[in-house]
């Protein structure tokens, strides 16, 4: 495949198509419900519409999940409670199917591909080999639809293996830019690459995740570069750490943020000083998805990281986000009320991975097939009010 640059597709994101939103607008009006029954459903059918630029938009089926895994030289201040292999092994674990990540996208019938753009351990050669074929966890139909036979079956559509490794893992934002201008271009195109390949292979909806020790402490680093808020509005409890613990995080993300003075207007540079390579892979994997004006679902706090950042390389592309749920790390509700986002789903969770992504799949699905199925008072012979 031809490599896709940062720059052709930063210029390929155009804005939302305004005849196909009213279009749908009028159209939701016409349907046999109450007008606004179906809250935010009805608004989401219409950003649908003029992100794919007609009315109805695409039914969002075959959908591929991409987990983008990383490792963090922030992870040396005591930012987490894990332990750093855990990233590489919860990759093997995303290969065998064994994650939440994993039974979510088999209730939902979408696709896992695991990258591995940044993990500091090399993977064990058995998975290699196992997992990585040109076209694994591409959505060749493979993978069943939510409600066909064989949907949700444990092991259909095994997940495939991307190996993109840019580098074993950022240096120590707190001593030094976590990479380097060109690493994080990398990682960017990385993000891309992946996104066109699911797309080439049919994928109607993509979906972020993430999986990487520590990454919790460079998202809020992210957020609070590029939407201006203080490290403690930013910064969370992670996968779960204790009060002094996380009062030190807040710290670490403050000196990280003196150290670089990241400047917003230059995301390339935010993400090189204070960024992760899952982080800057999602924002290319975003923005790849608005330049062929494709769906792309937001996951939690680092896929909103990495949506801010996307945003700051080009404002048309949060026409093609939907926020999938509301993470209960904070940076998360300070990242989507910059971009303008409304959560579909707020259950209390704080995984990552793409879990919260998947869950919202189907919610987006039945937004779309509202504007194909339903019918309108006059086609059903339905009394107006
Ligand atoms: C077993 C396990 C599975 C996970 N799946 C996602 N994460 C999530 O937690 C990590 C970020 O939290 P922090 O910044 O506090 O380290 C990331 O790997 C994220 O994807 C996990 C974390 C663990 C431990
Ligand atoms: O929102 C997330 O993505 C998240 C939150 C906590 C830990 N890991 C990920």
Not at 132 to 137: F, I, K, Q, S, Y
Not at 196 to 225: F, Q, S, W, Y
Request: charged share 15%; proline share 7%; net charge negative.
């Amino acid at each position: 495949m031809t490599r896709v640059s940062l720059e052709s597709t930063v210029a390929a994101v155009r804005p939302a198509d305004q005849p196909a939103m009213a279009a749908a607008r009028e159209l939701q009006a016409r349907l046999t419900k109450p007008a606004g029954s179906l809250g935010a459903l009805e608004e989401l059918s219409v950003r649908l519409a003029g992100l794919a630029g007609a009315c109805p938009p695409p039914l969002p089926t075959p959908a591929a999940v991409a987990v983008f895994a990383g490792d963090h030289g922030v992870h040396a201040q005591a930012v987490s409670g894990w332990p750093q292999e855990v990233t590489g092994q919860m990759v093997a674990n995303f290969l065998a199917g064994g994650a939440v990540v994993n039974a979510f996208a088999r209730q939902a019938g979408a696709s896992v591909t695991v990258v591995d753009v940044g993990v500091a351990t090399p993977l064990p050669a058995a998975l290699r080999t196992e997992a990585a074929h040109p076209d694994a966890g591409v959505p060749d139909g493979g993978v069943p639809d939510a409600g066909e036979p064989g949907a949700g079956v444990p092991g259909s559509g095994a997940p495939a293996l991307v190996e993109a490794n840019v580098r074993r893992g950022t240096r120590d934002m707190t001593v030094e830019p976590a990479l380097t201008r060109d690493e994080a271009r990398a990682a960017v195109e990385t993000g891309i690459q992946v996104a066109e390949r699911l797309l080439d292979a049919g994928a109607k909806v993509l979906l972020t995740g993430d999986m990487g020790i520590a990454n919790t402490t460079p998202a809020a680093t992210l957020i609070a570069a590029f939407t201006g808020c203080t490290a403690e509005q930013a910064t969370g409890r992670g996968t779960g750490i204790d009060d002094a613990m996380h009062a030190h995080k807040i710290a670490v993300v403050r000196a990280a943020l003196d150290r670089h003075a990241p400047d917003p207007a230059d995301p390339l540079g935010v993400l090189a000083a204070v960024g992760g390579l899952e982080h800057a892979a999602i924002a290319g994997f975003i923005l790849a998805a608005a330049a062929h004006r494709v769906p792309v679902i937001v996951d939690g706090v680092i896929a909103a990281s990495g949506a801010v950042a996307a945003a700051a390389f080009a404002p048309d592309a949060v026409a093609a986000m939907v926020a999938g749920h509301l993470s209960a790390e904070p940076g998360a509700a300070v990242a989507l009320t910059h971009l303008g986002l409304e959560p579909l789903l707020d259950l209390g969770m704080r995984l990552g991975e793409g879990s919260g992504a998947v869950l919202a799949l189907p919610v987006v699905a039945a937004a779309v097939r509202v504007l194909h199925e339903v019918a309108t008072f006059d086609s059903a012979g339905v009394s107006e009010k």
